[in-house]
């Protein structure tokens, strides 16, 4: 089993970081500090929690002035980066909210080093206006960890963040944003563009729709971020974002000999294999998918997609044979009883079929 990634707060990265700060701050506590950090609460916290923890720590150990205490971090901070350092940006989310300046220009600073796509939310909760000014002038940095912020940080559903259910009604401010950054030449930002109107197409599928057909066909970055923003909508087998990227409703299509197992273990593996068979030419552009129902802890089920693949088939028939694994796993927990499987041909559920987990 994998080491949880809390454990990368180990004495010996606590240590790192106490010597780095006392360059910047000889008065430092090395001690006191460590002896904080690790108190009798520590083994029981998780990932998040341990990055709190550490935040709120540093202010009892470095000057309490806020304008001081950035300039002790300020210098740490280029000694780490990763996830594992976004303690420093968490700093300025709990003791920086009254300084909306010096925190911006701390989490520009942060952010080239770990990530401040989770404490700039607070500021966009309680200053919109003057943090979206700063999300658009960040968006013509010439770094591309602070561009990366300016579309990640305004995420509507961003991921273990505060939602910001105000973008969520109106995406209008971050469209403005992201319509900056959606010829980076970062891949890095461009996926941040991609991931950001994913979160809007779940709310407001039809502006994603008005966008993607803006985009599409400017270049090939654009295209990429519009076929990466539009996955929900695929999925989801919305008709007009299909049609969008050229999979028409299958009506020459028809599936044959959909054979799968009729029970299946825990920890077993569900084999199946079908063929798709054209009632008259080629197959043509098709995506093509499958869809398991899920028996859930109601007994209800649960549908869920996945991909299996999608092409221009100039030829009549395909055949196709899939493993999908019953192997427990930590994002979705399996119970006993009679799923489902579909097979999706260009969002078309075609052909269903039961069977019995036991």
Not at 28 to 46: I, L, P
Not at 142 to 162: I, K, T
Not at 242 to 257: K, T, W, Y
Not at 304 to 311: A, N, Q, Y
Request: aromatic content about 12%; some cysteine; glycine content about 4%.
């Amino acid at each position: 089993m994998p080491e949880p990634l809390k454990n990368i707060y180990d004495v010996k990265f606590i240590r790192q970081l106490t010597a780095e700060l006392k360059k910047s701050y000889p008065k430092f506590d090395s001690k006191g500090f460590e002896s904080h950090v690790f108190n009798d609460s520590w083994a029981e916290m998780e990932l998040k929690q341990r990055m709190r923890h550490i935040s709120q720590n540093l202010k009892v150990f470095i000057p309490k002035n806020y304008a001081q205490s950035l300039k002790v971090l300020k210098p740490a901070a280029t000694k780490f980066g990763g996830f594992e350092s976004m303690f420093f940006p968490d700093y300025v989310e709990l003791y920086g909210m009254d300084d909306f300046e010096r925190s911006m220009d701390a989490l520009e600073h942060f952010t080239q080093y770990s990530s401040s796509e989770f404490a700039i939310r607070p500021f966009i909760k309680k200053y919109p206006k003057e943090t979206m000014k700063q999300m658009n002038l960040w968006a013509k940095s010439d770094n591309y960890h602070v561009r990366r912020l300016a579309s990640e940080g305004c995420r509507p559903r961003l991921p273990w963040a505060m939602a910001l259910p105000e973008f969520k009604r109106d995406p209008k401010l971050v469209l403005k944003v992201i319509n900056k950054l959606k010829n980076d030449k970062s891949e890095y930002v461009r996926r941040s563009v991609a991931n950001n109107l994913n979160d809007i197409s779940k709310d407001n599928p039809d502006i994603v729709i008005e966008t993607a057909n803006k985009w599409m066909g400017k270049s090939p970055e654009t295209d990429w971020i519009v076929r990466h923003a539009c996955r929900t909508m695929l999925k989801a087998g919305q008709s007009e974002v299909l049609q969008l990227f050229g999979f028409s409703h299958p009506s020459h299509i028809f599936v044959e000999d959909l054979k799968l197992n009729a029970q299946v273990k825990f920890d077993g593996e569900l084999g199946f294999s079908f063929s798709l068979k054209s009632k008259k030419g080629d197959l043509k552009k098709l995506r093509i998918e499958y869809a398991i129902y899920f028996v859930k802890a109601n007994n209800r089920q649960s549908r869920k997609v996945f991909k299996i693949c999608e092409g221009e088939y100039a030829q009549p028939e395909k055949t196709i044979s899939r493993i999908f694994s019953f192997k427990p796993i930590t994002t979705r927990k399996y119970y006993s009883g009679e799923h489902a499987i579909a097979i999706i041909v260009n969002g078309l559920e075609m052909e269903k079929v039961n069977f019995s987990l036991i």
